[in-house]
């Protein structure tokens, strides 16, 4: 069972548009980290939230954490052809002893000229 | 400030072979993960360490270890290579348990034939 669903999987826009990918939980994360991956590269981390309620913006981003922490979002406004990859959403987990990590599956953005 | 480095970059094993793969984190990080990507999977954590000790495991089988040694450079190493362990092998570093976020390598692609 993934922990964090991502949603959705593929997503094929022009440039121009304006987009939004989600994370969804059953579990509270004390935060959620985003991550944008390119072809070949590993991921690199976009923006961290901690604070249920929380929106934070980078440029033509706007990431939002859930009031309950168990959802987050990313918007992007008016996509562009480099903000083509694939975005992670990752939470740390902690199963007993074990603290950890987990991913998301991904939402593939492909922006098309 | 250099990144995570990750060598090599590209790898093609036979089955029944043993590989490992070298990961130098970002100067000062004293963790670091080792995560398994594949398109079926996404990314799936291995394990962690912290000051050569390590903290946390992931759910593979003992064919796969790791150690880290006293300038946090880690290895791991992959023994009887089956098809199935063909993926991208990702190292990320952090300060403390990367609650925060993760610096990531590029990665080692192995292909197993």
């Known amino acids: 069972t993934q922990l964090l669903e991502q949603s959705p999987q593929f997503l094929s826009i022009q440039e121009g548009e304006n987009l939004t990918v989600y994370c969804n939980s059953s579990?509270?994360?004390?935060?959620l980290q985003w991550y944008r991956q390119e072809p070949g590269e590993g991921p690199v981390l976009l923006v961290t939230?901690?604070?249920?309620?929380e929106v934070k913006k980078l440029k033509r981003l706007t990431f939002q954490f859930g009031d309950a922490r168990k959802d987050s979002s990313l918007h992007i406004t008016a996509a562009q052809t480099g903000d083509t990859g694939l975005y992670l959403c990752a939470g740390p987990y902690s199963g007993g002893s074990n603290y950890k990590l987990t991913f998301g599956k991904g939402t593939l953005l492909t922006v098309n000229p | 400030k250099a990144g995570v480095t990750q060598t090599p970059r590209y790898l093609i094993k036979t089955r029944g072979q043993q590989v490992t793969l070298s990961c130098s984190p970002i100067s000062g990080h004293r963790s670091v993960s080792w995560y398994q990507q594949t398109p079926g999977q996404g990314l799936q954590f291995l394990f962690e360490?912290?000051?050569?000790?390590?903290?946390n495991k992931g759910n593979f089988p003992g064919r796969f270890s790791g150690r880290q040694f006293s300038n946090s450079r880690s290895e791991m190493n992959v023994s009887t290579l089956e098809l199935g362990d063909s993926a991208l092998y990702l190292c990320?570093?952090?300060?403390?348990?990367?609650?925060?976020?993760?610096?990531f390598g590029s990665g080692t692609r192995l292909t197993v034939v």
């Open positions: 990320a570093s952090s300060h403390g348990t990367g609650a925060y976020g993760y610096t």
């Open positions: 579990s509270v994360f004390s935060s």
């Open positions: 939230v901690v604070t249920g309620g």
């Open positions: 360490y912290f000051s050569e000790t390590q903290r």
